[in-house]
């Protein structure tokens, strides 16, 4: 498959098999993530790996996150939240969470360490997709809070920017829309 392939008929799968990912596999899907361009060279992408029980440190992680920001965690509205985010990390074999630890060097915009770890993203998802896996980013204000950072072990500037949720497809991808390019570019010729 060349690159505009898998560009092309990369989509979003939410609903994968529970079949784990093989190690060689979920290595090149790492490996293809730092070949990302980065300004600086900083190399601002971490990563955590979860699989099998692994996946319990992130059901940890969100759990007590979600918990710190309810009044009440006993009502059974919470108790329910509680109980989708124990339950959320095992919806794929395979969950990696990728953070991004930015650089404190002044001349190193922000927004710089985010673009690169973005494309460290799309690295990952375009492997898994050329290796038969099925993948989506998920995100959610949860993804941000503190708590989740903390568990990974990232400083206060750091974040997790994404959950990589991947496995053997169960389904068939939707068909997204794609507005065709045309309508967003303006050529200077
Ligand atoms: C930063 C980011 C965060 C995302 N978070 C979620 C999410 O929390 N839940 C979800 O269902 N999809 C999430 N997605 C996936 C998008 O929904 C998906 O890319 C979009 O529907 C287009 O589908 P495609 O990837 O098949 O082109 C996220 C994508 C990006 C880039």
Redesign the pocket.
Known sequence: MDVFEAIKT???V?VVKQDPVPRDVTERILESAVWAPNHFRTEPWRFFVLEGDGRNKLATALVDAIKEDMEDITTEENKKRIEKQQKNPFRAPLVIAVGVEPSNEPKVPLKEEYAAV?AAIQNMLLTAHASGLGA?????DI?YHPKIAQSFGLSERGEV??FLYIGYPAKE??N?K?TDVSTYTKWFS
């Open positions: 990369r989509r979003t939410g973005s989506i980013w998920r995100t959610g993804c920017v994404g991808p939707k997204v794609k």
